[in-house]
């Protein structure tokens, strides 16, 4: 066995006893692998930002094992915070909502929110409930990178700087959480996931378009890209001749949601072939298709 395969596995007392000490851990969702550490750490919080090379003014999510932990973190928990909570977690939805006085500013990159989310990963609950502070966790990748949905690919991409990786296999939803700010009183959708906006709509009677003001920091065009160049076509345009000169063409419009499942590992995949291109079939704008077609603009837009 190698060293690195002795980092990877499913002691829950090793997990809880290395973040205790301020270290690092892989945390399998239901989403993506995060890179964890004890929310009111701040070394080790201050540790997550420098490991991932992401810009301290980008908040992280805290993960915590129940909506009453969530109620805690929360300086000013509404009524729609409450509804959105009780219906959809655990699960892919992160809220937005006024922090407590006792989230540390590392977290929140000094905003007056914090962001907040149960998963429904039993590993990760299984974690979770022995840490009460919650756990910050963002995606486990290199800042700008494709987020991991194995936990080999946590381990590929940083290496000896995590400390342990919870081995959840691989992730059954493979796209990051749907982000809804709820500190103002229209709730806005940050980030969409596989929770839509006709399920948020099923809970609250209003969403603020989300043409107005961006409202989460970090919410750069370039993100989740792959070393090779990323381009997407819409689904009425023939990727023949993409397959003719020899392109990958991936095709997510018959079923977007089993396709996201392995569109970060094919990415990744693409990049471990050594290709320079892979072309994708966008899905539509609707379902989970709105989620996978933001991600794949943002693999494709212009790398700074
Ligand atoms: O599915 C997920 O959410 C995964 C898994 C590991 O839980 N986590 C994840 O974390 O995607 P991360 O750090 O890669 O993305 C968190 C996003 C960032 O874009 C950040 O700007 C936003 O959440 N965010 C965090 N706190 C915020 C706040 N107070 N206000 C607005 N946006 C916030
Ligand atoms: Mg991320």
């Known amino acids: 066995m190698t060293l690195r395969d002795e980092r990877m596995g499913r002691d829950i007392s090793r997990a809880v006893r290395i973040l205790n ?49 969530a109620r805690a973190i929360s300086g000013d928990w509404s009524d729609r915070a409450e509804a959105l909570g009780a219906r959809f977690w655990p699960g892919p939805l992160t809220l937005v909502v006024p922090r407590a006085p006792r989230i540390v500013d590392e977290v929140t ?25 919650g756990l910050v966790a963002p995606s ?21 700087a995590v400390d342990y990786v919870l081995d959840g296999g691989p992730c059954e939803i493979g796209v990051e959480s749907t982000i809804v700010d709820c500190s103002s009183r229209i ?31 970090g919410m ?39 396709f996201v499942r392995d569109l970060y590992a094919l990415l990744r995949r693409c990049d471990d072939e050594g290709r320079e291109e892979v072309v994708v079939v966008l899905p539509d704008d609707r379902g989970i298709g709105r989620a996978v077609r933001d991600r794949l603009m943002k693999a494709a837009a212009p790398r700074p």
């Open 21 to 69: 000490d301020g270290g690092l851990v892989g945390l399998p969702t239901e989403t993506v692998y995060g890179l964890a550490a004890r929310a009111d750490d701040r070394t080790a919080v201050a540790k997550v930002f420098d490991v991932k090379g992401r810009p301290r003014g980008h908040p992280l999510i805290v993960h915590v094992s129940s909506l009453e932990r």
């Open 109 to 133: 990159g000094g905003l007056d929110t914090v962001a907040v989310r149960v998963p429904a990963h039993p590993m990760a609950q299984a974690l979770l409930v022995h840490v009460e502070a």
């Open 140 to 160: 486990a990748n290199l800042f700008g990178k494709v987020s991991p949905t194995r936990p080999e690919h946590v381990l590929h991409d940083l290496g000896d």
């Open 187 to 217: 709730p806005q959708i940050l980030r969409p996931g596989a929770i839509t906006e006709t399920d948020v709509l099923e809970v609250v009677d209003e969403i603020e378009s989300a043409s107005g003001p961006a409202r989460a920091p």
């Open 220 to 258: 750069m065009s370039s993100h989740y890209a792959p070393r090779c160049s990323v381009v997407n076509v819409e689904s009425d345009v023939d990727a023949e001749p993409f397959r003719q000169r020899g392109v990958l063409v991936l095709d997510a419009r018959r079923d977007p949601k089993t």
